[in-house]
């Protein structure tokens, strides 16, 4: 990476990016080319060795199928439970460990987004029609939920391979059992498609963006909200060091089941491949933890701490010992040292983000 420029300010938590260059990663699979660095001023008062890993990060973290016994038994499998229907086809828990991790996760993007649940106009808090809404992996139903309050006129569907949603939601609200890389049988199409943290789920983007604009309005929007892959604008994160170790191995292991993580720089080639027009995209940062000298970014960071200390195990649990041959010790430990890295303030590593939003023509 290049020299990190300290005296340079630190980004917004959300801009708008001017052209998209190629993301960065470790990673056996082909490698992205490098991203632009982003240059984030480090917080001058670096702790010393002692408090490296200090205590700090433990105070942060249709052909629908029916909901069925079978559904319900989920696969058991290293300590976490994992989705029954299709199983095997999403790679991390879906047990209460990992739905509080997703908790977690949607006020990590709140934050992110500045208290919005997306920038395309129907998602705008003062939309005046946001219309049929569909959330893609909805997990836990929580950004659902958030945007059928938020929005009383919507209808909003929510999809999801585990029935992990509540009970009780808005009346406008309902969640579905449902592989949407399947053939999609909605009865409508939808005037917003919400999508979130998919990369790795999704074996083939092109067709699965093509599948959103087919079932879209003439008008309608599409949104995809991603992390990239960590990055460093200087020598603090070294490929030697645990946290790249992790990574790599978790982009290892999506490769060989057959799901490759995303390049999110190469959502804008995407999008247009599909046929979407009026491409727009917002970017931000997430640091391993509060480095950053701006307290906006800091507090991002102690949330995406959180966030990744809470999820780095299930990450790596199924993708390491079902498809690359490592045992569950090897997992755990690598899994720990992954969190010391997380915490430790000389790592200067962030994830870069983007939201990226469409129009099907109308």
């Known amino acids: 990476m290049t020299e990190e420029k300290a005296a340079s300010p630190a980004p917004e938590a959300a801009t708008k990016a001017q052209s998209p260059p190629p993301a960065a990663a470790s990673s ?47 696969r058991k499998e290293n300590g976490r439970t994992y989705h029954a229907y299709r199983d095997g086809k999403y790679l991390i828990p879906n047990d209460e460990q990992e739905n509080e991790r997703l908790d977690f996760q949607h006020h990590l993007w709140y934050l992110t987004l500045d208290g919005r649940l997306g920038f395309a106009p129907p998602a705008h808090p003062e939309a005046k029609f946001a219309g049929r809404v569909l959330d893609v992996g909805t997990g836990t139903g929580i950004w659902a939920i958030d945007f059928g309050d938020e929005h009383p006129d919507a209808h909003v569907i929510g999809v999801d391979l585990s029935p992990i949603q509540p009970s009780f939601t808005p009346p406008n609200v309902h969640f579905q059992i449902d592989d949407l890389e399947d053939e999609w049988t909605f009865s409508q199409p939808f005037d917003y498609i919400h999508v979130r943290a998919m990369s790795g789920s999704i074996k083939n983007w092109s067709a699965f963006l093509e599948r ?25 994160f070294p490929p030697d ?8 191995l978790f982009a290892e292991g999506l490769a060989a089941a057959g799901s490759p993580l995303l390049d999110v720089f190469t959502l804008k080639d995407l999008f247009n491949g599909a046929g979407f027009v009026s491409y727009d995209e917002k970017r931000a940062y997430w640091p391993s933890n509060p480095w950053p000298k701006d307290k906006k970014l800091k507090e991002i960071a102690m949330w995406s701490n959180t966030n990744l200390s809470a999820g780095v ?42 939201s990226a939003f469409a129009q099907k023509p109308e």
């Open 212 to 236: 959103c604009i087919e079932n879209l309005k003439p008008g309608g929007w599409l949104e995809v909200q991603e992390p990239g892959r960590p990055i460093a604008d200087d020598d603090t």
């Open 28 to 74: 056996p699979t082909p490698e992205p080319a490098q991203p632009e660095p982003a240059h984030i001023q480090a917080d001058d008062e670096e702790p010393d060795d002692t408090d490296a890993d200090s205590s700090w990060g433990e105070d942060a973290v249709s052909s629908t199928a029916s909901i069925s016994s079978s559904i319900l038994d989920y």
């Open 241 to 248: 060091c645990a946290l790249a170790k992790a990574t790599a």
């Open 313 to 354: 195990e299930g990450f790596l649990m199924a993708v390491a010992t079902r498809f690359l041959g490592w045992s569950l010790p090897e997992v755990t430990v690598l899994s720990a040292q992954a969190r010391a890295d997380l915490n430790d303030r000389r790592i200067h590593a962030y994830w870069p983000v983007i």
